[in-house]
């Protein structure tokens, strides 16, 4: 198991967040010192939610995907183990949710993204279609950023 780390060294920082009525609140952050796995440096996107890690001037450094916590919808199980199971809308509560993201020297901030997909691109010129298919373009809206904390010893 993991814990802080008091001295600088800690590559990694674990988030807490809440999410309420479409408003993502940080409540904790800890620098930890464990190897992050499970994000995504690749250049393309895929849909999801994620925690983007961005360097002073916003660029994105890496993303990390949030497994729950976001969702609106649950699965409700029937009562006879023979029906079927349904998604149905959430009851808006209180989400608490936890990611641990990659954080070394460049990161200097996060961010709660989603990415969907918004349609599609024609990727050959004069709108001929391609023999790959069309592309889709991807559509990133930011629910929330916040700072993160330096850690001690560590220069601005």
């Known amino acids: 198991m993991s814990t802080p780390t008091?001295?600088?060294g800690g590559d990694a920082v674990?988030?807490?967040f809440t999410y309420e009525q479409?408003?993502?609140?940080?409540?904790s952050q800890h620098r930890v010192d464990i190897a992050v796995t499970g994000f995504d440096a690749a250049p393309h996107?895929?849909?999801?939610d994620f925690v983007e890690v961005r360097d002073a001037a916003g660029s994105s450094l890496t993303r990390v995907p949030i497994h729950s916590g976001l969702d609106t919808s649950m699965e409700v199980?029937?009562?006879d183990p023979r029906g079927q199971i349904v998604r149905v809308e959430a009851?808006?509560?209180?989400?608490?949710?936890?990611?641990?993201?990659?954080?070394?020297?460049a990161a200097d901030s996060v961010a709660v993204v989603r990415i969907g997909t918004v349609g599609t691109a024609s990727?050959?010129?004069?709108?001929?279609?391609?023999?790959?298919?069309?592309?889709?373009?991807?559509a990133v809206t930011e629910l929330a950023s916040f700072a993160l904390d330096r850690p001690a010893g560590a220069s601005s």
């Open 14 to 16: 674990r988030l807490i």
């Open 45 to 48: 996107e895929r849909s999801g």
């Open 6 to 8: 008091e001295e600088p």
């Open 91 to 105: 009851p808006e509560l209180k989400r608490v949710f936890t990611v641990v993201v990659p954080a070394r020297d």
């Open 123 to 138: 990727t050959s010129p004069a709108g001929l279609a391609a023999s790959t298919g069309p592309a889709v373009i991807p």
């Open 77 to 79: 199980f029937p009562e």
């Open 22 to 27: 479409g408003t993502v609140r940080l409540v």
